[in-house]
């Protein structure tokens, strides 16, 4: 086989294409996690994200619409999480469990009028500088904008903890709920807000799936991969840069066990596709041994439910 | 008190009624257990088609679908036997052991099991489709139209069913061009549109010009027509998905023969069968050929259809080698069924490994 630049070119651009659904809902439950809520509820936020894009696709014909209405459905079925957890102080892991379990019931009982239909062209951007740089223009250019986007929020989300007050209360209210209380700070309104935004990009997540990436409605068609998102978040022990690192290099084994198939590795090929699980891990666990950063960077309420007296 | 008798009285007649109309009038009615949703657009969706021919005919019909292959599965059969289903049509392999189990405790009710082979009581019937003979033409296709000669092959699980389609693809392809290389691609996935997308670019980015599957979804046959290469529907047709790319499609159509037992039980001519239909009684279908094949290779197409359905040819006749070089079929003769339903490694001409 003759490997050209290009063809690298081509193998970094699809993997960073898969990439996309998991840095988004990812970065999204690092907010939500990082105000002290866990939500194991990604994987359905993140399907009915996907069936609400398509079907606003096909209905309306905009694709702004779609974009954004999946955005809002995430938005809106994160609110029931909120309200079970935040306002009648139910707990964590249950009510995520049971949003995944509602929101992949539910999505495919939207989804029976949209099997069968294609979808529509997403348009993308650059198309034309592509072939003017070697190796670089793939990988640069020709994508959509929530392409861009993904690739840009994992700096936007380091920034905005690390740097803005809001940032800071997020974490305030994360680390110690009761303390941020009692600076004044509305605990319930904080951990409101970052469940919503989780719930927003998971659903941009999904919309990327059924929209731009795989343009089409399947039951079930987010295989999981909001369990890997989840799983992201922990293992980057809560850093978005690591996120990204981590969603690469998922998404390269992904794609580059494919290659090894197709060149011919005499490799069993149930050890490559359980690859990309293997190394995603036990690479992220090495770049976060440091357990005074762990502690650091771990939300110390995650998962606690917080209950003010008044 | 008196009111209390009468309406006693009247509604328990009501009732006797109903139960000797419907003791008389007796419907046949039909279940359907499904491995996946009735929404994946792939094998559950095409049982489910053929379900609806079954209502079409006059028949009542229910379905239970996401079904797991488990002890899950003997309580759903239990469950409709119990519920006055005359005949179940259980439509994955794994349903093959309860199935049978059932079958026996419920010797009036009939059972139709797919792609299985157990037939341990006389109320069960198995049945299948001879897809492989779909791929002899896919495969006369894939050898004529690709340029790069790399073909590109989506594989889902290695069990016979797969490893028979990968021969029959293979061995048509080599016939029209012997210079052809298949790569196949393992996804380890009867649908996940996300990684069946990802191998399929990874074979079109390795010169794959010309892309055939063994998995569900439509992703394969959209990234196909993204990259400008050709590509084949997979159980139904998916020319509307990738219009430039499809080339064909080979769907499964499973609804006469549903209609056709389904009638038997009703006219109490059902009998234990064992079916393996082809293209020859329809349960096999060939998609519209797309106009972008020559001319020639269109009625080529057709005639190898022809052929394939009257039996005059066969997808695996002799002499065919294994790719260690030992015969396998000799010349002149023709694979048996039983050779085909344990097909476990690759004739000559396959890349790679069979993943163990």
């Not at chain 2, 008798?5 to 007649?13: A, K």
């Not at chain 2, 996804?187 to 990802?198: I, M, Q, S, V």
Request: hydrophobic residues 45%.
């Amino acid at each position: 086989m003759i490997i050209d630049i290009n063809f690298i070119g081509l193998i970094i651009a699809s993997i960073m294409a898969s990439a996309v659904p998991l840095i988004l809902a990812s970065c999204g439950e690092l907010i939500t996690e990082r105000s002290g809520v866990l939500n194991l509820g990604v994987e359905g936020m993140m399907i009915i994200g996907a069936i609400s894009g398509f079907a606003l696709m096909t209905v309306t014909g905009s694709l702004i619409i779609a974009v954004f209405g999946a955005m809002l459905a995430g938005v809106l079925i994160s609110t029931i999480f909120a309200f079970l957890t935040q306002t009648l102080i139910t707990n964590h892991v249950a009510t995520g469990l049971a949003l995944t379990i509602f929101g992949i019931g539910i999505s495919a009982m939207i989804g029976k009028n949209f099997v069968g239909i294609p979808g529509k062209e997403f348009p993308v951007l650059f198309e034309g500088l592509k072939d003017t740089i070697p190796l670089l223009g793939p990988i640069l250019f020709g994508h959509s904008i929530v392409f861009y986007f993904a690739f840009a929020l994992p700096f936007i989300t380091s920034y905005f903890l690390k740097k803005t007050k809001i940032g800071l209360i997020v974490r305030a209210v994360g680390d110690s709920p009761e303390s941020a209380s009692n600076q004044g700070i509305n605990v319930r309104l904080v951990r409101y807000a970052c469940i919503l935004y989780g719930g927003s990009m998971s659903g941009l997540a999904g919309a990327y799936l059924s929209m731009i990436y795989t343009p089409q409605w399947i039951e079930n068609m987010t295989g999981g991969r909001g369990w890997i998102a989840l799983a992201l978040v922990v293992f980057s022990t809560w850093n978005p840069i690591k996120i990204l690192i981590g969603a690469m290099i998922f998404g390269g084994l992904t794609i580059i066990q494919f290659h090894m198939q197709a060149i011919g590795v005499r490799i069993p090929v149930q050890f490559l596709t359980a690859l990309p699980y293997i190394v995603t891990i036990v690479v992220l666990v090495v770049i976060s041994r440091d357990s005074r950063k762990i502690r650091l960077s771990t939300p110390s309420s995650l998962g606690k439910s917080f209950h003010k007296d008044n | 008190m008196h009111k209390f008798f009468i309406r006693s009285f009247v509604s328990s007649l009501v009732l006797l009624f109903t139960f000797t109309v419907a003791a008389i009038a007796k419907d046949v009615k039909a279940a359907f257990v499904y491995i996946g949703p009735t929404g994946d657009h792939g094998w559950t969706y095409q049982h489910d088609v053929g379900r609806k021919a079954v209502e079409a005919a006059g028949f009542k019909t229910t379905y239970v679908e996401g079904v797991p292959e488990s002890a899950d599965a003997e309580r759903v059969l239990r469950q409709l036997a119990n519920s006055g289903h005359d005949v179940i049509f259980t439509t994955s392999f794994g349903y093959m052991n309860p199935t049978n189990k059932v079958a026996k405790e419920f010797p009036n009710v009939k059972f139709e099991h797919a792609t299985g082979y157990k037939r341990e009581h006389p109320n069960v019937s198995t049945y299948a489709a001879r897809f492989y003979e779909g791929r002899t033409i896919l495969g006369t296709i894939a050898g004529t139209m690709t340029k790069s000669n790399v073909i590109g092959y989506v594989a889902s699980f290695p069990i016979p069913e797969v490893i028979r389609g990968i021969n029959s693809f293979t061995l048509a392809a080599q016939k029209v061009n012997p210079n052809i290389k298949t790569k196949i691609v393992w996804a380890f996935t009867w649908y996940d549109p996300g990684k069946e997308a990802e191998a399929a670019k990874a074979l079109i980015d390795q010169g794959a010009d010309v892309i055939a599957q063994h998995t569900d979804s439509t992703a394969i046959v959209q990234i196909a027509e993204k990259a400008g290469v050709y590509a084949f529907g997979q159980a139904s047709d998916m020319d509307k998905f990738a219009p430039k790319a499809v080339l064909t499609s080979v769907e499964n159509n499973w609804g006469p023969y549903y209609v056709d037992r389904v009638k038997a039980v009703a006219n109490g001519t059902w009998s234990q069968k064992d079916t393996w239909h082809g293209i020859g009684d329809g349960m096999v279908v060939i998609s519209d050929l797309d106009s972008q094949m020559p001319a020639d290779l269109r009625s080529k197409v057709k005639k190898l259809q022809a052929d394939l359905a009257s039996g005059k040819v066969h997808s695996f006749t002799g002499p065919i080698y294994d790719q260690k070089g030992n015969l396998m079929v000799a010349e002149g003769k023709t694979a048996d069924d039983g050779m085909l339903a344990g097909m476990m490694t690759y004739v000559k001409g396959v890349e790679g490994d069979i993943p163990k």
